[in-house]
């Protein structure tokens, strides 16, 4: 008889007062799972790998303009909330009730990046979603810092690539383009964080104390933690212009961090758990031995290869990433990680852009089953530019291979084939990396209670594919490191509980499917690129922006991703002909000259000058203040520096190639290359900037351009 059954005979008996399935009441551990499109709230029983309850919302993402993806924090919390409470609600049903609970974990989309106010608890922007390339250009910055613009630069000590997925970028562009940020920086008030830290912080009594924490796991998808020393590296932060103590301080992934204190249903229960949700569902997989491996699919789609205490540096395209850190004291366990940004995103494009199907979970396996074959037809989801292994955000999406034939039936196909070629890039790339191929491949997400895709994805890459029993293994991982970490839920025990699965097994014969595996890499090779040719303003439509969830009456002109093909000494346009600002898009033809030509020179303009010594810019402290001390760069630490590396090289460039720095009405002001301030006496503030001035040194065109907005000769 069925566990459901078996209950409803119980409650006809016992009425409200339900005894527990067994007859011992266990401890239960709540666990938060906050994905890309939806939010959960899920109730174990200690050391079952079963849920016992859960509620789940769907979440709004707001796309205000191509590319840039936006999620309302706040709604983040209340949808928490929502789910935590209707979950204890069914509680009762089982005997249970909330004060049961006794340890609560939370698992996260990943990179996604917030700024808030440490005053007023206030987001300063909406969250930029992991998948947002508006970070375009500010990658094209910093790569424009490091030797080759070699994206790798930084994956010895971060083991991650320069790319807009990840927060280091994020963040820069937040203080780049948002005046709020940049004052809350400017007065010691931001605090920066992954959606993890922004829920620990609300709940544990946001403004009144709230701990600002993350965990190992998240901060390694920032591009600022140091793989070797689990902390923000000094480097990383210099680099991208973060200062540190907007930053959270990095936890274990289980300890008891602190208790809710938020006046919620959730009050009272300690909160003892954190992992990123790929690598959450690594551990809720059981996957804790060197050499095991888990996929998931949700939005994206995430490989991590457990490669033990080692971190593997991958020479095939692949992310070196924390896996998890099971209490303070444990040693840190490191996974090498393949990141695919479209795999369910590709059936909601399907459903909402294209209207091929009304509904996923209905409409994707039965159609696309309606077909044998996606009749030659190969689908290139690179909606946000490719991930691993190729990490182009040059890439755009491709439907290639149709005839007269092809139906949608094929497109929807062809969609769901495209998520197993990416895993098998995935795969070919480990197999490389590690040296052995991967015998079978555990799999979980929502996704995966698509029959024909799990049979595509043994069929495509000539291994079993193991379901596991439950999908959403994420928020059970967090389950076990949140009830490990109380002494509920034995991580050893766990270790050898076997998950339950449903196996696919391949079908196909190697030739036939090396054969399709090389016209999808054909197809791949058809969408790098594509986004690198220029596109005119009225094509991408960015003159008419779309409201955003924020009124961000304070962001500034989106920077282009194509300004670093421009060369603005040749850039010559007519300056008489530029009309004022009631026209947006010669407007933000005008901001982006001016934020580009800053960039490439370094030099920045006041268009009112500096008041006094307070209007020194956040960036300027960054560089010129005693803090250098915390990052062995000024003179007096130069003697006891203790980086040995090629980081010299990086630091000469930053130094030479300062960040935009603005003053306190955030007008942009000049300086010279930071390297000759740096050796100054302190304090070095405004008037010494304005002293120093170098005009001459400023393009015609910039010099032009800024006469005209404001009126005033700068020379
Ligand atoms: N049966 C199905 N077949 C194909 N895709 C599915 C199916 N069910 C769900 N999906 C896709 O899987 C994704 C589910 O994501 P979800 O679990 O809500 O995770 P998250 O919010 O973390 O991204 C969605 O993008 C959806 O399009
Ligand atoms: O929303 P998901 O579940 O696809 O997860 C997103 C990842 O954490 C991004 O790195």
Request: contains cysteine; proline residues 4%; charged residues 25%.
């Amino acid at each position: 008889m069925s566990f459901k059954r078996i209950l409803r005979r119980q409650k006809r008996i016992y009425g409200d007062e339900m005894p527990v399935r067994d007859g011992t009441k266990k401890s239960l551990i709540g666990a938060i799972d906050d994905g890309t499109k939806t939010v959960r709230f899920v109730i174990y029983e200690a050391e079952r790998s079963e849920e016992l309850v859960s509620h789940q919302l769907d979440k709004t993402e707001a796309q205000p303009q191509e590319g840039w993806y936006e999620q309302d924090p706040l709604e983040i919390l209340h949808n928490i909330k929502m789910c935590a409470e209707n979950a204890i609600d069914q509680l009762a049903e089982f005997g249970y009730s909330k004060d049961d609970i006794v340890a609560l974990g939370i698992t996260n989309q990943r990179e996604t990046t917030i700024a808030w106010d440490k005053f007023t608890g206030e987001p300063l922007h909406p969250a930029i979603s992991w998948n947002d390339i508006r970070t375009d250009s500010t990658v094209d910055a910093i790569l424009a810092k490091v030797p080759d613009r070699n994206k790798n630069y930084l994956k010895n000590i971060s083991g991650l690539p320069i790319s807009p997925y990840f927060s280091a970028l994020k963040m820069r562009w937040l203080k780049d383009n948002i005046k709020s940020v940049r004052r809350a920086s400017r007065d010691k008030r931001l605090l920066f964080g992954t959606v993890d830290s922004w829920i620990v912080w609300n709940l544990t009594g946001g403004v009144h104390g709230g701990l600002h924490i993350t965990d190992v796991t998240n901060a390694s998808r920032t591009l600022l933690m140091n793989l070797e020393t689990l902390n923000w590296d000094p480097m990383l932060c210099r680099l991208f212009g973060i200062h540190r103590e907007s930053l959270p301080q990095i936890r274990s992934s289980a300890e008891i961090y602190g208790i809710v204190k938020d006046g919620s249903i959730l009050d009272g229960i300690r909160i003892s758990g954190i992992l990123g949700n790929q690598q959450s569902a690594l551990v809720g997989q059981n996957c804790l031995q060197a050499g095991q491996a888990k996929n998931t699919y949700r939005t994206g789609c995430f490989l991590l290869y457990n490669t033990g205490t080692r971190h593997v540096q991958s020479t095939h395209g692949l992310l070196t990433t924390v896996a998890y850190k099971l209490g303070p004291n444990a040693p840190a366990v490191y996974a090498l990680e393949g990141s695919i940004a479209v795999a369910g995103g590709a059936m909601k494009f399907l459903r909402d852009n294209l209207k091929l199907i009304k509904d996923v979970t209905q409409d994707t396996e039965h159609i696309a089953g309606q077909v044998f074959s996606t009749g030659d037809v190969y689908f290139v989801p690179a909606l946000n530019g490719l991930y691993a292994p190729y990490w182009r955000k040059d890439a755009r999406g491709i439907i290639c291979g149709l005839t007269a034939f092809t139906t949608k039936n094929h497109i929807i196909r062809a969609a769901l084939e495209a998520v197993c070629f990416q895993t098998r890039d995935i795969l070919e790339a480990m197999n490389k990396d590690c040296g052995m191929p991967l015998s079978k491949l555990h799999v979980d997400g929502r996704m995966t209670s698509n029959d024909l895709l799990m049979q595509l994805q043994a069929d495509l890459t000539g291994i079993p594919v193991l379901r596991a029993q439950s999908w959403d293994m994420s928020a059970l991982g967090v389950g076990v490191a949140a009830g490990h970490a109380v002494g509920v839920w034995a991580v050893e025990r766990w270790r050898h509980h076997a998950t339950p699965t449903h196996t696919f097994l391949p079908t196909t014969t190697d030739d036939d499917r090396d054969a399709r595996y090389t016209k999808w890499k054909m197809a791949v090779q058809r969408s790098l690129g594509w986004a690198s040719t220029k596109k005119s303003i009225t094509m991408t439509g960015q003159t008419k922006r779309k409201s955003s969830m924020f009124q961000s009456s304070d962001t500034l002109t989106p920077p282009d991703s194509r300004k670093t093909s421009w060369d603005v000494d040749n850039i010559k346009p007519d300056i008489d002909s530029i009309k004022p600002a009631t026209d947006e898009g010669v407007d933000s033809y005008i901001e982006e000259l001016i934020q580009y030509s800053a960039r490439k020179f370094s030099i920045f303009v006041p268009l009112k000058g500096p008041k006094d010594e307070h209007t020194i810019l956040d960036d300027a402290e960054y560089y010129m203040s005693k803090k250098e001390c915390d990052y062995d760069m000024c003179q007096c630490c130069q003697g006891k520096k203790k980086i040995q590396t090629d980081w010299e090289t990086i630091e000469e460039i930053i130094e030479n190639d300062p960040e935009i720095i603005f003053d306190s009405d955030d007008n942009p002001i000049v300086v010279e290359p930071v390297k000759d301030h740096l050796y100054e006496p302190a304090p070095l503030v405004g008037t010494s900037l304005k002293k120093r001035m170098q005009l001459e040194k400023l393009p015609v065109i910039f010099k032009n351009i800024c006469n005209k907005l404001t009126n005033t000769s700068l020379t």
